[in-house]
């Protein structure tokens, strides 16, 4: 709201109008004491608005502002010093901790006040009444709208910190995010190339010393090796925006339970041990099966 010239044209409030703002000048200025002093008792009725008229020099300065705003209402040419000036006061408002709610009834009380003053309802002239009462409740409704004004805009100054503060940290969670899933990707092919010098350790155990039990630790380190390529590629996925999936990593905790079968099948573990391993095989089976039957539902 920086314009005055625009914010009249919105309410319409045009030469005319100033013209009747004079005429209830004259009719309504003699009032202005007597509307300090209701004003006054008004904002005494209400605990929340007296508590900020705690001293008598308060309670004087009140009514001496309520007065010099009241001549301002229906004198003042409505023009961008007096925008201004009514900004400030709404900024006071918002300074000192009133709630807008307050102001709007202040108003209300005003219009009341003016409305139902003798000089206005003995006018005898219908239709100039009614352009008068017209223009009053112009002038109050713009006087309003910008006093109010300073409590949009301390609304708006609050969301845009709010937002310019959540922008950055999601910004930087994010930059944090893509780091550290590098940092696993990393790690990923760390592993992978661990994975891969266990398989050619198995080959070569299977070749020179044992091939019977050496196939079998190959083909478990095999499974272990594909689940890897499988880590790696839904890595890739997560770092272009892709879905996490959890079933990736029982399938992983899987494999190696049966590549642990098969190294305790060929080693002669005793039977306890081996019928735990099954137990648990079993059981992350089973796991797995309900993770991907949910996946699938949600595809």
């Known amino acids: 709201m920086e314009n005055m010239d625009e914010v009249r044209r919105h309410y319409g409030f045009g030469a005319q109008d100033e013209e009747n703002l004079k005429e209830l000048a004259k009719l309504l ?3 202005s004491n007597d509307l300090a002093e209701e004003f006054y008792n008004f904002l005494l009725d209400n605990p929340y608005s007296a508590s900020f008229f705690k001293t008598e020099e308060a309670i004087k300065k009140r009514k001496e502002t309520i007065v010099s705003w009241f001549k301002d209402l229906l004198t003042s040419p409505y023009n961008n010093p007096y925008l201004a000036r009514l900004q400030r006061i709404g900024q006071v408002h918002v300074r000192i901790g009133l709630k807008s709610h307050y102001v709007n009834t202040a108003m209300n009380f005003i219009r009341t006040f003016c409305m139902r003053q003798t000089v206005i309802n003995t006018l005898n002239d219908e239709e100039r009444k009614s352009e008068l009462l017209e223009t009053l409740n112009k002038a109050i409704d713009l006087n309003l709208d910008i006093l109010t004004s300073s409590y949009r805009e301390a609304e708006l100054k609050k969301v845009f910190l709010s937002y310019k503060v959540e922008s950055v940290m999601i910004q930087w969670s994010e930059r944090l995010m893509h780091g550290l899933n590098l940092v696993l990707m990393i790690g990923l092919v760390a592993m992978t190339v661990g994975v891969v010098a266990l398989l050619g350790s198995d080959v070569y ?15 478990g380190s095999l499974l272990i090796l594909w689940i890897m390529i499988e880590l790696l590629h839904t890595q890739v996925d997560v770092l272009r925006g892709g879905k996490f999936r959890v079933r990736i990593f029982l399938e992983l905790a899987l494999v190696a339970f049966i590549r642990k079968l098969f190294v305790a099948s060929v080693e002669g573990q005793d039977p306890v041990s081996f019928s735990l391993l099954i137990g648990a095989t079993v059981i992350l089976g089973i796991i797995f099966y309900l993770v991907a039957k949910s996946e699938s539902w949600e595809k």
């Open 205 to 219: 155990y299977a070749l020179t010393t044992d091939l019977q039990n050496g196939v079998i630790k190959a083909l």
């Open 29 to 31: 200025l003699p009032f």
